[in-house]
């Protein structure tokens, strides 16, 4: 269902596209009744628009003689600034939905004098970033973050109105020493759960969006995947934040005292396009090398990255570290046991 903004924009459209329209007309191409237009209509006034209602037979809607929005003005130094955080959000996953930073895009570059438009295509035509997208095919765990759920969460943590989110978290056995949301290999089983949080933050770091919140239930400063974040509503409750509290040193902390036990190396014969497509970002760094490809990375589960590395079906060698031969061997056995059955 299309956002309240999005039909009084669309509002506003028609009215600029038509001298007078009547409001069953605009109520029936905006999918609203008309006392919803009448309040359109209000808050476009409010937003100094001069939209005008004449009563009567041949009444309707209309905007005052003379009324445009005024062009969309962008000097070549803007323009650029555009098209590159453009350009980088996609690129690093920043962005919300796939097809919003192209349309963007696109009316940007419909809009600008054309000698300015042809540069900014030859600039995006030969631009490269090393920070690469998750590309379609890639293991994935959960869905992006959305634009009203970033939209929702960013009024709540301005606002310190404490929201009621259900989301969705791993199961862990409480003999299992394992850092949350990390580590190469298949997510364990999830489960879902409901609780009250004061929003403390927004945070994007290695490829992922996390909101940075006190936890009622446990009483403490968490770190919330947005991807697991099922829903999200303020309760009406307001809260106070502590002064001066960094979100993004939070989670730089939290990250750098993860229990890892492995520091992982590992030679792949195979194209580093292809490894990049299987194996995320946030999962390893991929490096071409002379003998190959390098893929690099910090796990807590020897097991899990011995599969990972099954499951490509590449030749590789272990460069580090030597207990991962074995688990590999292990892992092996089992097949192999598997396939006797």
Avoid at 183 to 188: D, L, W, Y
Avoid at 270 to 290: F, L, S, Y
């Amino acid at each position: 269902m299309p956002h309240p903004a999005s039909r009084v924009l669309a509002m506003l459209e028609l009215l600029q596209a038509h001298r007078r329209i009547t409001g069953g007309d605009l109520a029936a191409r905006l999918a609203v009744d008309e006392r919803t237009v009448r309040r359109y209509a209000g808050t476009l006034a409010e937003l100094g628009i001069p939209v005008t209602a004449e009563r009567g037979r041949y009444g309707g809607y209309r905007l005052l003689p003379g009324f445009k929005l005024p062009p969309l003005m962008l000097t070549d130094d803007e323009a650029v600034a555009v098209v590159l955080g453009l350009v980088a959000a996609d690129s690093l996953g920043l962005a919300t939905d796939a097809p919003a930073g192209a349309a963007a895009e696109a009316k940007i570059t419909r809009v600008l004098p054309a000698a300015l438009a042809d540069r900014l295509a030859a600039l995006r035509a030969s631009l490269g970033l090393t920070a690469r997208r998750r590309e379609p095919d890639a293991p994935r765990t959960g869905a992006p973050a959305t634009a009203d759920l970033l939209l929702t969460l960013g009024t709540a943590t301005r606002s310190q109105q404490r929201l009621a989110i259900t989301y969705r978290a791993p199961q862990r056995r409480p003999d299992a020493d394992q850092p949350p949301d990390t580590g190469p290999g298949r997510e364990p089983p999830m489960r879902v759960s409901r609780r009250q949080v004061d929003p403390y933050g927004l945070v994007f770091h290695s490829g992922r969006w996390y909101l940075v919140a006190h936890d009622q239930r446990s009483d403490e400063i968490r770190s919330f995947r947005l991807d697991r974040i099922v829903a999200a509503a303020p309760t009406g409750e307001d809260f106070e934040a502590p002064p001066n509290f960094d979100a993004v040193a939070h989670v730089t902390r939290q990250w750098a005292g993860l229990p890892w036990k492995w520091e992982v190396e590992v030679l792949i014969e195979a194209d580093v396009a292809q490894v990049r497509r299987r194996v995320p970002a946030a999962v390893a760094d991929i490096t071409e090398v002379a003998d190959g490809v390098r893929l690099s990375c910090r796990a807590q589960s020897l097991p899990g990255m011995a599969q990972m590395l099954a499951g490509l079906g590449w030749p590789f060698t272990v460069v580090r570290p030597d207990e991962l031969r074995t688990a590999l061997a292990e892992h092996a056995a089992q097949l192999v046991r598997y396939a006797a059955r």
